[in-house]
């Protein structure tokens, strides 16, 4: 079973950039499918972006053109840069992992998603 667990984030003034990591233990992170998504106070949980095997992105339309995602298969980990941050992108970030037999899977799916790490929080001041 994989484990997630998160680093980055924090506070910056509009304009800003942040760099999130998320780390994979217990399992080959090649094996899967990472999104990230975010959950701002009293909002549900929001589609961010998705990376597949293969490295193929896709974004939300309002994130598009400022954050991108990679992924470092043999470091085990995945990233989130964000650039361009604006007050709106304030909320509690979360990577997540989904075990992809086909190297083109993504998903935008909430309950696509079978691990997630543990959250960090993004703050984006005007």
């Known amino acids: 079973q994989v484990q997630l667990v998160q680093s980055g984030g924090g506070m910056v003034q509009t304009g800003g950039s942040l760099r999130l990591s998320c780390a994979a233990s217990?399992?080959?992170?090649?094996?899967?499918?990472m999104g990230w998504f975010r959950q701002a106070p009293g909002k549900g949980r929001d589609f961010v972006g998705t990376?597949?095997?293969?490295?193929?992105?896709y974004y939300a339309d309002s994130v598009k053109g400022r954050f991108t995602i990679s992924r470092d298969n043999a470091k085990n980990t995945v990233y989130l840069q964000m650039n361009s941050l604006k007050p709106e992108d304030t909320a509690v970030y979360y990577c997540?992992?989904?075990?992809?037999?086909?190297?083109?899977?993504?998903?935008?799916?909430?309950?696509?998603?079978?691990?997630w790490g543990q959250g960090t929080q993004v703050s984006v001041s005007a």
């Open positions: 990376i597949s095997r293969s490295g193929s992105t």
């Open positions: 997540a992992a989904l075990l992809a037999r086909l190297i083109g899977t993504y998903s935008s799916k909430v309950n696509d998603y079978s691990y």
């Open positions: 217990g399992g080959t992170l090649s094996n899967y499918a």
